[in-house]
C-alpha cells in the first residue's frame, strides 16, 4: 500500500514509530555505505494496511558512498534533495550519506 504522508495525521506515538523505524532503516543501510539519495513519502509504504512498519523502496537512485564517481551526481527529488546534492557545481564532487539525512528531517516535519 502506497502512502502519501500529506494526506494524513499521525498521532505523537504513532509519528515516533515511523521515525525510529526510518531512522534504523536508513542507520542500515549507511552501515554498508549505501546512500538512497531519493528518500520522500512516496519511497515509503506500510508493510500492511494494519500496521505502521515501513519499508524504503525505490533503490534506483541508490549509490555507494565510498566509490571513485557517481553515476548520477545532481539527483533526487526537488523539495527533498539535500543541499550539498543539488548545489554541485563540480560534477567530480562528492558527498556522503549524510545528504539522506536532510530528506529524513523534511519527511519528519510533514509528519
Do not use: W
Not at 5 to 29: H, Q, V, W
Not at 43 to 61: E, H, P, R, Y
Amino acid at each position: 500500500m502506497n502512502f502519501h504522508f500529506l494526506f494524513c495525521r499521525f498521532s505523537l506515538e504513532e509519528a515516533r514509530y515511523i521515525i525510529k523505524g526510518l531512522l534504523e532503516g536508513i542507520a542500515e543501510m549507511h552501515s554498508k555505505n549505501i546512500m538512497h539519495r531519493d528518500l520522500k513519502p512516496e519511497n515509503l509504504i506500510f508493510k500492511t494496511q494494519d500496521s505502521m512498519d515501513l519499508a524504503i523502496v525505490d533503490l534506483g537512485l541508490a549509490t555507494r558512498a565510498d566509490i571513485d564517481a557517481f553515476m548520477f551526481v545532481r539527483c533526487g527529488t526537488p523539495g527533498f534533495v539535500a543541499p550539498e546534492v543539488i548545489n554541485i557545481k563540480d560534477l567530480n564532487t562528492k558527498y556522503d550519506v549524510i545528504c539522506d539525512i536532510f530528506s529524513l528531517g523534511l519527511i519528519f516535519h510533514l509528519l
